[in-house]
């Protein structure tokens, strides 16, 4: 399954304050959606684990996480696209491809095997673009 977390509208009207938050206190929309679906992963992973443990009369077997989660983390500025885990303002294109539907051709790719390392990728590229 694919998801796409996307902020429309004029200069000034909040959407980097939705999608970042407002600090450490304040949580934007991609860190709770982070947290969230690494949330529910785990939870299936757990189910899924009870489940065989119950097909196998009760002996328990630790199931390794079967999940990859990957993001790609791109700006649309004055229809510019830029790669934020590239860093130094890195252009890429938007396109429909027959495999992907639509994607971000030349975008870098970021795994992550939980939340946090996840959220640390995020601020990474963040950071960077900010300081190119």
């Known amino acids: 399954s694919n998801a796409a977390l ?32 690494f949330e529910r992963l785990y939870k299936k992973q757990k189910a899924k684990a009870e489940e065989q443990s119950r097909r196998r009369g009760g002996k328990k077997r630790f199931q390794a996480f079967d999940f990859t989660v990957q993001s790609r983390y791109v700006e649309v500025y004055d229809e510019k696209c830029v790669d934020l885990y590239a860093g130094g303002g890195t252009q890429v294109e938007v396109a429909e491809t027959a495999e992907e539907g639509f994607t971000v051709i030349g975008a870098q790719v970021r795994s992550a095997p939980d939340a946090a390392g996840l959220l640390a990728a995020y601020s990474a590229g963040r950071a960077e673009y900010a300081a190119s």
């Open 6 to 37: 996307v902020a429309f509208g004029a200069t000034n009207t909040g959407k980097t304050y939705t999608l970042e938050g407002g600090g450490q206190d304040e949580e934007g929309i991609i860190s709770i959606a982070i947290e969230s679906l």
